[in-house]
Each structure stands twice: as C-alpha cells, then as structure tokens.
C-alpha cells in the first residue's frame, strides 16, 4: 500500500473514530440526563397527585375519573393505584409505540427509569399506593432529534476536516511525487535535479539525491572529457587539431559504405601550395598559425553548408567532404571566395589550390582520392588559387531536373517502400532488430538510399519518405513479429505534422511499439535538441526504443543526454574499422562503452566488416554490432 493510501487511511480512521465517539458520548451523556428528568417528573407528578387524591373523597367513580382525567392529558405511560394489600384499584396503561423515532434507536437507547411512588392518606390511614410513569415518546423523540443534529454537524466537521486534509496531502503528494520521479530517473541513469520541498524529511532526502545526481553527473562528464581527450590525441592533428589522415579517410569510408543521405555528397581537397617555401619565409610558428587558419576557414565553410568534416591528409593538404550537399559549382565558389581571402592577408604571395567532386554510394575510396589528386595538380598549375570541378559522369544521373526527380520519387512512394534487412545481433549471436534502410524503384530498378536520399532532402520530401518507411515497417514487424530499426532524418523533425502522424500511426498498432527502434542521427542532438526530447516524449511512453545512430566519442557533450531516454547509441562505422590491429582505438571504444553503460544505454557498433572484428568489439563491452561483415545464422 502507498503511503498517501496509507496516511489517507489513516485520516479516515480518525474522522471516523472521533465521529463515532462523540456521537456515542452525546448519546449517552443526553439519554443520562434525560433519564434523571423524567424520574425526578415521575416522582413529582406521583407526590401531587397523591396528595390531590389524600384531600379527595374516596369514592371509587370520583377517583376512577381523577386518573382517567390525568392519564388522557397523554403524558403518562402507566397511573396505578394499589390497596395497601397490594391488589389493583384503579389502573391505566396507555400504548409504548413510537411512531417517528426508527425501532433501532428505541432499543439501542432504552430508558431504564423507574415509575414515581407516592402514598396516598384516608385521614392517618394508608388508602393505597399511587405508581406513575411518564410517558417517554418525546424523551425518545428529542433525543432522536439531538441526535441527527449532532450526527449532522459531525458529518459537516468531517466534510471540512477531509478537504483540509485534502489540501495537506496534496501539500505532501507534490514533493513526494517528485522525489519518486527523481528516484525512477536515476535508476533509469537519468540524473536530474529536484527543487527542494519544504518538508524538513522530504528535503533532506531531495537534498541527498541531488548531491547523488551531482556527483554521478561531474562524473560523467569527467568520463566524457576523459574521452574527447583520448579521442584527440588518436585521431586529432596535433597542429590544427582537425582529425588526421586516418581518422579522416575512416570518415570518408563509412559514408562511402553508408545506406542513409550520408551515402553522397561533395568532397573537397585544398593545398597550401610550396608550403616548404613558406615555412622558410614566414618561420616555423608563423606557418603552423598559417595552417590552423586554412583548417578553420574550411571548418566554417563545412558548417555553412551542413555537417560539414574536416580533415588533414597530409602537411600541406586538407579534405572537406560535405554529405548530402551537390551543388559543386556553389560550394567551389564559396571555397574559392575563403581561400582568397585567406590568401590576401598574407605578407607573402600564397597560393590555395583545390579542387571538388561529387562522391557516391559505392564507390572506392581509392579511385576517389586518385582522382582528386591529379585534378588538384592541375589546379595548381594554373593561376593563384586555382579551381577544378570534376563533373559527374551522365551515366551515373538518373534524372537531370528537378520536376523529374520529384515525379519519380511521387510516383516510386505511390508504389512503396521495399525495406532490405540486415540484422544487429548481440554476443550470443541472437538478434536485436533488423536494419531496415529504404529502397525506391525508379527507372525500373529498387535503388539503394544513397541513390535518392540526396535528392529527397533537397526536395523537402524527407517526411513523406519517413512516414512511407514507418507505416512499411509496420507492417513488417506484424507480420514477421522481429523488431526492426526505423532511421528518421533530421529534416523531418523540422516538419511540425510529422512527429503527430508518426504517434498516431504507432498508436493504431500498439502491439507493434515494442519492436520498433527508432534511430536519429547524432547531429540532431546537437542542432534540434528540443526536437529530438519532444520526439522521445511522444514515442517513448508507447513502449517504442529510442537510439542515435553514426555516434562518435562527441555524443558525452550532447546537452542533457540523461534525461532523453535513450535505448541505445550505434557507434560511427569510422571508429570500428580495423578494430583488430589499433590498440589506441580499442581503448576509445571501451571507454565509450563503459560511459553508455553508465547511462543504461546499449552500445552497438556500426560498418563491422568481419567476425573476428565483432569478436574484438563484443571483449570492449559493445552489446551488439551490424555491417557488411555480420550475418545471422538460419535455425
């Protein structure tokens, strides 16, 4: 039993023992006092009639209408007048029934009162005994009556003693509410904060709690810098603090391999041109604060245009690549326009070639980088600052315009969304849901989401396409009762209808909510915070998971990650790549692992290429891993 049940009952006890003793103690205090009235009457009336009748003549008739007269007045019960023998002379006994006071109360309250005596003279003889008892119906009904009031009045104290005690417990339910909520929150590793209440006992138990939730929570974020640091000693340039080459070609490869709109984008190289000149002439420092201006213009740049990543391959070269963004000759610009300028506030004469090009699903990291390369030779042979765009070749373009693309992708949602599978398994081998990236059919083939996602994006139809995945995996889980992963993309929580239809399409199926795993990316836990809490408010109470995917060792700084909610994280595909051989590596992931697991969060490894590479991830504590390299064993 709860303890407002508890101090609820415990108030009705009261009321009602107070209630019922009082009453009880009006009662019998009023039918005492009634009694000793009606005997002290008895008495009197006996003595004065006796003393009429002593003076009277002793006629029998004369006598006989003497008590009748008295006995029909109505206020006696019984008149009887015995010989000193003790035989009746005279008698009347009137009816005992009491029309309006309840039988109950009659019997409950009997009157034990004793008839009025008195003698009654013949001259100084004894004519006879005189007995007389009053009648108790209106002693009956005025105590009926004082009752009812007194049971009224009671009954009105209670009313107004339940709504002050009404008004106390939800004084005492407030606080205790909240520190029930901050209780469930920590164990659910979500480390909140309570007001203070202002109930001495409460307080002190909010006060211990909030210490706790402190210092579990500078704990974290003692484990989080812990790992940024780690993270940037592995991966970090240790000039520029930009991630180095293998870091970033990592990047590179888990977009290359990615089934979401990271799958295509642009890539950007930029040379600082004869950087050895320059380091001669400018000095040492002077070219590393040269190096670090390049790296931060290309920064901006990246976020001006999205997510943005920056790396550096090499000493004098840098790499930008910018996911789901294909307007080559926009970003060339604004590139171009950056490095200019960079290039005029130097006192010597600077040249930043560069060159882009589009990169897609599948192909070889490589070629890509080849390609690049000599396209940024030849930049570099031109004029200050030189440009090279490569195209995109025809052969690789589905649609050339904006209206066919949007007919194509009205006309493949029409038809529906082909889901492929590919399962997340956890150490034992046994699943944990299915990954379910999208397919369209377009141009008479179902293309993979690096094909179209792009195009989606920029033709604001990343809701429709959501919703389209969501009611398929619906209907997926139905049937086949396996949980299944749902990606939504950041650009569909900027759509106000869309988190509504995604409720009210889970709610038409509950029994499916607890197989549904809904994944956001990481990024949106930074850009659209409070979008992403609102999203977990709705779906989370449904029974549905919650989780980001392409985490990197960034996801400790998200604000207010204890309070989300989250099931599970899927580490970034870049982090697990040649997990095997990199020692360093192993130990950022153990130490992302312990922090989710601190946080009640499962920890899931993206892109593992290879068992024995799962085997590696599973010893650091991940719970379970997906990619090119895991298959689930057929029962």
Not at 77 to 93: F, K, N, T, W, Y
Not at 235 to 251: G, H, K, M
Not at 625 to 631: D, L
């Amino acid at each position: 039993m709860s303890l407002i049940k508890q101090l609820w009952l415990t108030i009705v006890v009261l009321l009602l023992l107070a209630f019922v003793g009082s009453l009880l103690i009006g009662v019998t205090s009023s039918r005492h006092y009634i009694e000793q009235e009606v005997r002290i009457k008895n008495t009197d009336n006996a003595n004065a009639l006796a003393l009429s009748m002593s003076q009277m003549e002793k006629d029998p008739v004369i006598l006989e209408l003497l008590l009748a007269a008295q006995f029909d007045t109505g206020h006696y019960r019984r008149i009887e007048l015995r010989d000193p023998e003790g035989g009746v002379i005279e008698q009347r006994v009137g009816n005992g029934h009491i029309d309006d006071v309840p039988g109950w109360f009659v019997e409950l309250v009997r009157f034990d009162i004793p008839a009025g005596q008195a003698v009654v003279q013949d001259g100084w003889q004894q004519f006879g005994t005189l007995e007389l008892e009053s009648q108790h119906s209106f002693a009956y009904r005025s105590l009926w009556r004082s009752s009812l009031e007194l049971a009224g009045w009671f009954a009105i104290a209670g009313v107004i003693s339940l709504l002050l005690a009404s008004w106390i417990v939800r004084t005492i339910r407030l606080p205790l509410r909240d520190v029930v909520s901050q209780a469930q929150a920590i164990g659910e590793r979500r480390f909140t904060t309570a007001r203070e209440p202002k109930t001495l006992e409460l307080r002190e138990v909010v006060q211990a709690m909030n210490r706790l939730s402190g210092a579990v929570r500078q704990m974290l974020g003692a484990e989080s810098d812990k790992l940024d640091q780690l993270r940037r000693r592995m991966q970090n340039d240790s000039v520029t603090a930009i991630p180095a080459r293998t870091a970033f070609l990592d990047q590179l490869q888990a977009h290359l391999q990615s089934d979401s709109d990271d799958a295509s984008g642009t890539l950007a190289i930029v040379r600082v041109a004869r950087l050895g000149e320059v380091n001669q002439q400018i000095g040492h420092g002077a070219t590393d604060a040269l190096l670090v201006k390049v790296a931060y213009s290309l920064k901006q740049l990246g976020q001006f245009f999205g997510d943005g990543q920056v790396g550096r391959l090499n000493g004098s070269d840098f790499a930008l690549i910018v996911p789901r963004y294909h307007d080559l000759q926009a970003i060339g610009n604004e590139l171009k326009t950056r490095l200019e300028a960079l290039s005029d506030e130097q006192d010597i004469s600077l040249s930043l070639p560069s060159a882009l090009c589009e990169y897609t699903q599948g192909e070889g990291r490589a070629e890509l980088l080849a390609s690049l390369d000599g396209a940024l030779a030849a930049a570099e042979n031109q004029a200050q600052n030189g440009q090279i765009i490569l195209s995109v070749p025809a052969s690789s373009v589905l649609y050339t315009s904006h209206e066919e693309w949007r007919r194509a992708l009205n006309d493949a949602l029409e038809q529906g969304v082909f889901l492929a599978h590919y399962p997340v398994l956890d150490p034992k081998g046994h699943l944990i849901h299915h990954e379910i990236p999208s397919r369209l059919r377009l141009k008479g083939e179902w293309q993979p989401a690096g094909i179209f996602l792009p195009w989606v994006s920029r033709l604001a139809m990343a809701a429709e396409l959501d919703l389209a995945v969501v009611t398929a995996a619906l209907k997926d889980t139905e049937t086949s009762g396996k949980p299944v992963g749902i990606n939504l993309s950041a650009n569909s929580l900027r759509d106000g209808r869309f988190v509504s239809e995604v409720v009210s399409r889970v709610r038409a199926r509950p029994a499916c909510a607890s197989r549904l795993w809904f994944e956001l990316p990481q990024s949106i836990a930074f850009q659209q915070p409070k979008a992403l809490q609102n999203l977990c408010n709705e779906l989370l109470p449904l029974g549905c998971k919650m989780g980001l995917e392409h985490v990197s060792t960034q996801f400790g700084k998200i604000e207010g990650l204890q309070d989300l909610g989250l099931t599970f994280m899927k580490i970034d595909a870049s982090l697990s790549q040649g997990i095997e051989n990199e020692s360093q590596q192993q130990s950022l992931l153990r130490g992302m692992c312990t922090l989710a697991h601190s946080l009640g969060i499962m920890a899931i490894a993206e892109g593992v290429e290879s068992r024995t590479a799962a085997t590696v991830l599973f010893e650091l504590g991940m719970d379970g891993v997906t990619g090119p390299g895991i298959r689930q064993d057929q029962d």
